[in-house]
């Protein structure tokens, strides 16, 4: 937790700053024999799992947008913290 109650998240310039991989190819790779083999994106990496298509609702307000995905928001709060 942060050390002060209040804190400002730093944001990045755009909402596909971030390395985003569809589940759809992880779950193919790990249907394969690709998925005995390590993914190098993964590296030393947080990995956050959650939607971005606005039909899920899981949209928030930004400086950024107004329809900003709210798994993009925590991982520029991970960021900042």
Do not use: C
Not at 12 to 22: E, F, N, R, S
Not at 52 to 67: C, W, Y
Not at 73 to 80: E, G, K, R, W
């Amino acid at each position: 937790m942060p050390s002060e109650p209040k804190q400002l998240i730093q944001y990045t310039h755009g909402k596909t700053d971030y390395l985003q991989v569809p589940f759809a190819e992880v779950w193919q790779r790990s249907q394969s024999m690709q998925g005995n083999q390590p993914d190098p994106r993964f590296n030393n990496a947080i990995v956050i799992i959650g939607s971005t298509a606005t039909s899920l609702f899981d949209v928030k307000v930004s400086p950024l947008d107004v329809i900003h995905p709210g798994v993009m928001i925590l991982a520029n709060a991970i960021d900042t913290y």
